[in-house]
């Protein structure tokens, strides 16, 4: 059995109820009509796999909850850091383009920006930086090529420096390399999965990566581990 199938609650039993599509559109509606912050993200809806809401996190964008929802994104270049308080059972993800940029320039595009709205927003939620960790995915040399300035090393170097400086543990990462990933996180209690995504077109997948629409195989983070499944 997948353990990434179950839920907090029986995921089993929602989908055998009379009442569960009643329940999915009620909890969407809901979601979709809350207002959202600059940069939040807004893309609602259900997934079947996991049988569960989940919210999909564009370039630019951040989540923040301490809900049963789903996390999701698409990474080529960029990266998606995954911060998790295990104390009050709040978590995030981000999805950053590039380290820095202007310093007027406030847009979650930028990891100089991207982290801190991160983790602002989870310590409204309650969470305490001395009791977080962090995951962190993405950094692919996904461009054939790209070899003098990769986006990718900057990136991920980026991200493994600041959580260094904020004193915020780096408990598992899947990063570099040449393949575009896909993300799915799991905000209260911590869990990731990684899904390491074919693509037959390298020079197209910076916009496909904009797209969120490559298909995929895997990979499975719980607590400190990153395990292939």
């Not at 009643?22 to 893309?43: I, Y």
Request: glycine share 8%; charged share 20%; with cysteine.
């Amino acid at each position: 059995m997948n353990v990434f199938n179950r839920r907090a609650t029986d995921p089993g039993n929602a989908r055998n109820s009379p009442d569960s599509g009643l329940q999915k559109s009620d909890s969407l509606t809901a979601l979709r009509r809350q207002t959202r912050k600059p940069g939040e993200a807004s893309f609602f809806f259900f997934d079947h796999h996991f049988q569960s809401d989940a919210v999909k996190v564009l370039p630019g964008e951040y989540f923040v909850a301490n809900s049963d929802i789903v996390i999701m994104t698409v990474l080529g270049s960029c990266i998606a850091a995954c911060i998790w308080d295990a104390k009050t059972c709040v978590g995030g993800m981000n999805h950053f383009m590039l380290p820095d940029g202007d310093s007027a320039d406030t847009s979650g595009r930028y990891g100089s920006y991207a982290m801190e709205l991160l983790i602002n927003e989870m310590i409204k939620l309650g969470a305490r930086r001395e009791s977080m960790q962090a995951k962190v995915f993405g950094g692919g040399q996904v461009m054939a090529g790209f070899t003098t300035m990769n986006v990718g090393e900057r990136n991920t170097k980026f991200v493994m420096d600041y959580l260094h400086t904020e004193h915020i543990t780096v408990v598992s990462k899947d990063v570099l390399d040449i393949y575009p990933r896909k993300v799915c996180f799991f905000p209260t209690n911590g869990k990731a999965m990684v899904k390491r995504l074919a693509h037959s077109h390298p020079e197209t997948l910076e916009s496909t990566e904009r797209r969120g629409n490559v298909v995929a195989l895997a990979k499975t983070t719980a607590g400190g581990s990153v395990d292939l499944f």
